[in-house]
């Protein structure tokens, strides 16, 4: 397992070299689709898409997409203005998503999530692209994984890579060797303000608890979360109940 913290403070974008290196997260002849939130995370993700596309053995495309709900603000002019500076493809997509609310169905964080990953896989399916980038970050895995374990009985996380069943499509996470702190450090550097949303639907009470067992259980430690993260890879079944 690569060692996450060979350096005190690895740049992102060697962080994200290794993640696509371990888990060959691209590949030559790729059609890549990276959903945009105009947040943080997502913003970093297609900056090291646009500054990788310019690499003489680049070898593949890319598309920013905002899927954008009927309930949320427009995409942040100021995150527009740089994907214009580093050439990024962009387009938006308008998704009435309280419409497919059914009787009795609660509108919430989870179902806008859901049907917004739905339209991204549709899009992609239609227009060729055979992958899809998601911004999610080593913490957002870490707190999937315990919200699993403690809500569901389940030893599951969001995985690097992704193979859809059914179809030709895989799910993508360049930033699975990188911590939020790192990607608020990165935004401050880069000068782009984050976006949050401020919908009146939001319910993240289960995800807010994980994080804060999280950072309780690795008392806030970088790298006893890379640790952690590593765990997954390292799998004794000898001393697990099967």
Same mark, same amino acid.
């Given at each position: 397992m690569y060692n996450l913290i060979m350096k005190k403070h690895p %740049?992102?974008?060697?962080l994200i070299d290794k993640a696509c290196f371990d888990y060959n997260l691209i590949e030559k002849g790729d059609r890549i689709l990276i959903g945009a939130s105009g947040g943080k995370d997502?913003?970093?993700?297609?900056? !090291?898409?646009?500054? @990788?596309?310019?690499?003489? +053995?680049?070898?593949?495309? !890319?598309?920013?997409?905002?899927?954008?709900?009927?309930? &949320? /603000?427009?995409?942040?002019?100021?995150?527009?203005? %740089?994907?214009? +500076?580093?050439? =990024?493809?962009?387009?938006?997509?308008? =998704?009435? =998503?309280l419409e497919r609310v059914k009787p009795g169905q609660k509108m919430s964080c989870w179902w806008c999530s859901t049907q917004r990953r739905s339209e991204l896989l549709s899009y992609a399916l239609d227009n060729g692209y055979?992958?899809? &980038?998601?911004? #999610? #970050?080593?913490d957002d895995i870490l707190e999937t994984l315990l919200m699993n374990m403690l809500n %569901?009985?389940?030893?599951? &996380?969001?995985? /690097?890579?992704l193979k859809y069943d059914k179809f030709p499509v895989s799910v993508v996470r360049p930033l699975c060797y990188v911590s939020e702190e790192r990607l608020i450090e990165q935004a401050k550097e880069e000068g782009y303000a984050g976006y949050t949303c401020t919908c009146n639907y939001q319910d993240n009470?289960?995800?807010? +608890?994980? @994080?804060?067992?999280?950072?309780?259980?690795?008392?806030?430690?970088?790298? %006893?979360?890379?640790?952690?993260? &590593?765990?997954?890879?390292?799998?004794? /079944?000898l001393y697990l109940p099967v």
């Open positions: %740049k992102l974008s060697s997502s913003t970093a993700l297609i900056k !090291y898409f646009a500054n @990788r596309a310019k690499r003489p +053995e680049c070898g593949f495309e !890319y598309k920013a997409l905002f899927i954008k709900s009927d309930f &949320a /603000p427009e995409f942040p002019e100021g995150i527009m203005a %740089k994907f214009r +500076e580093w050439g =990024v493809p962009f387009e938006k997509l308008n =998704v009435n =998503v055979n992958k899809i &980038a998601l911004g #999610h #970050h080593m %569901k009985g389940e030893l599951a &996380a969001m995985p /690097p890579r009470s289960d995800r807010k +608890e994980a @994080r804060r067992k999280l950072e309780e259980l690795t008392e806030g430690s970088q790298a %006893k979360k890379e640790r952690l993260f &590593a765990s997954l890879r390292n799998i004794q /079944p």
